[in-house]
């Protein structure tokens, strides 16, 4: 499949600027073939324009219409698996097999929006009835549902070619919500992104949604993602990346003349904390298990185990020693982009340039370009409570040890922690029980709270919470994985003295969508 | 009941400050007797350190603890209802009747929150039950609801002394969800706030809640506010009031190191679309019923009907004459203080002083001070298309008819609308479906959209949205009024493979609280 490097502007491409920029494979460092036409600010503007049309249109369609478009995409994804994967493990480094798992994952959870919509009930419909003798004023009849924001700017994530970028979760909510969508496609990968945005484009034509539903732009130059951003046309972003990257929008979007909502995934360094039962019954395990989750997408997880809290105990030092042991006889492997590789080397050169830092055990470098380098690094827990620092994610392949002298020191650093998507605890049912504490405080630290587990591994599905307090995301009240994550892209509305007719289905007084409502303060969920 | 004009700190009591300010009687301009102690900066930050710590407590309160919290609220507000009202009265100009209505309505809002916390389904509970046989990774259980964010700032309003005020929906809301509350108490109503602020804490001692579960402070300067806001461990803010008021508390928290959302309900122009039908069938009694919604409140309502647009047709003449001729007849009534109604007269003169408007009718001038005189003001459609200023509330007993040609220009007039709480849609069913795409469109315009009534009123009731697009708010996604404000203050959390016994009750697999539930994609309502 021949690639163009235009940008998807509805059903058209469109390649106007005169500034090119090109993919690389990371595991060769060699510069890929097709040049990529950054979008200049009036393509972004013509794209947004044609979002705000086909928002009109696209907004009015029923729930089993987005679903199956929903649905064709997935269809549509699938069917070119082979080149998708091809050109993303060219563009990423990624192996094949976790890119068919990615790109399976991406048309589940597009699937999994098209059910939410057939079922209908995600809209929070509540009717109250009137009542016309009510003292000392008549009651109006009101009925409130959730309706789509506008068109929404998405921006593909480095880490997840597929199922956090052009057809990833934001895309997929926001679409499901009734937004329109312009993506701007990461260019680390913008042929992946090309393959999946026509994909994209064939199902919209297929499903008779409006020309504009979706479009791609591409720019390598941080002026694309700003227009969108300050666009008046646009009314909510979908983003997930650095801290950096991901501050810098929400900041731009609060000085707009509207301020819009930004959703922004930051990352995280996801503590774990290792309690002294679990430690002593079963340190190898653990430290193997942890090894496993530090080194999974080569580190490249938002949800990364970069912080481990171990007790100074005998078994820690076992632990500790399995885990080193596990480190030093991994092997690189090729990390997304040349750049993301020397961020996470200049992020160890730091932790390593401490004092009171040690890197206790690194792995093997392999032959190919941009490796990342398994590591394990070492603090005492005074050292790490005496530096906020060494609470900042290294995205990459490596953890930081705290080693804790008693439980107290471990609710301190529980208590001081940011926030983070995720916090684990490895515990005995003694340990939990113990530390009850431990986990309330970690409650307020997180949007995921995990037992006997490792953070690496976010479930698609209704109860999932990718988000979680700040800086992990600009946005704690959301989260950007399972279904949840449609809410980010809507708001109420509230329908008085409507005739039944002109209301949407969804509150018309005879159901007949068989959805589940609030109705005069009962929840009323028709058989299906 | 004697008045301290002391700020609330928990259960204790503190004046450390040296600023005074007095409370005014706005329809005698007399300064009332109590001095009232500014907050120290000092003072909020004990007052929100004292939130802090009592969130550790009250974020594990059962759902019925809390409700029985509130609903002691209501009771003491209730048994203090002659002297609420009549410091009430005083100090804001406001008649016994409206107080004791508003009153009753607070203490209606608390109950109704507690009867949510009764039923305990709002928490969104979502259950994906494990399947250790999944390929290629097997599942893990995961589990989520809505939790509490922590100390909430609540900035009580000018304009509803009960309903938006200390005790008002934000501190209902915020309470109900499970968080602490630190009020501002409104500089024009402190006693009012005082005795509203000591029924509070005597509610909280005896429904054993604990010490600072709310706490109010007083100012009249910003520093107070502001300080609030900046403060780090405040995680989100309420807010009814003027644009500047809440655009500046809304910059204020993006700028903050940790940005936190603020839900600022910041006035709105409510227009009045009068269809041709219905204007034919109907002139008199929508011309009367419009100048009854215009001065109700003496116009000091979020939902005041500030724009009407009416068909330049000869019954829109006669609609013209009849509220010219009720307008005439109005007498003035005290507002609430008098820079309210500086403010009311000057954006008045700012609107006549336009070439383009014409002021054709306007109310009695009574004896008192502070009065807002009720007001009518005319403009051509084409005009009004030209002026952006022309939109903006003038908060108070007016609003600014506007005469269309034909719908083309009604429509025009729509699309051009910025964010407001409300769109009022008075037609014939023949109007309504003639009229369908201009009621598409105001769809996007507002959180609440009213067929053949008036904006005024806010029911308070489970599917009410007071709210709307920026800049009627700082956040679409929420409503103010009505039980799903209790969202504003919570947020998702997601628990992964954790022991049933360390679930909170809402997760537990035998659903002891017997709510509905979202299991493994399927709505579970138990039998209540």
Redesign the interface.
Known sequence: MELTGKNIMGSTSSAKGETLFYASNPSTGQQLNTPYHEATLQEVDEAITLAEVAF?EYR?KTGSEKAAFLETVADELAALEQEIVGIGSQETGLPVGRLT?ELGRTTGQLKLFA?LLR?G?WV?A???TADSNRK??P??D???MQ?A??PVGVFGASNFPLAFSAAGGDTASALAAGCTVVVKAHPAHPGTSELVGNAIINAAKKSNMPNGVFSMVHGASIAVGQAIVRHPLIKAIGFTGSFRGGKSL??EA?RRD??I?VYAEMGSTNPVFVLPGALKENHEALATGLSGSVQLGVGQFCTNPGLTIVPEQEEGNLFENVLKESISNAESATMLTDSIQRAYNSGLEKLRSKEAVDSISYGKKGEQQAQGIPEVLSVSANDFLSDKDLEEEVFGPSTLLVRTQDKAEMVKIAKGLN?HLTATVQGT?TD?VEH?DL??IL??K????????FPT?V?V?????H?G???AT??????SV?T?AI?RF??????????DT?LPDELKTDNPLNI?R?EN?A?V?PDK
Chains 1, 2 share one sequence.
Request: net charge negative.
């Open positions: 009109t009015e798992g059910s079922d009930s929070d509540r009717i109250d000392p004023v009651k109006p009101t009925r409130q309706i924001l506008g929400f900041d609060a509207e301020p909502p926030g049912e939990l009850a986990l309330k409650e307020r997180v949007g995921r709270l995990l037992i006997n587990g591994g479930e599905c209704h109860s999932m919470v988000g307090p700040f800086p600009s946005d704690s009240r959301m989260t399972g949840a809410t809507t708001r109420p509305i509230c329908y008085q003295n409507y005739p002109l589940l609030l303060g929840y969920l």
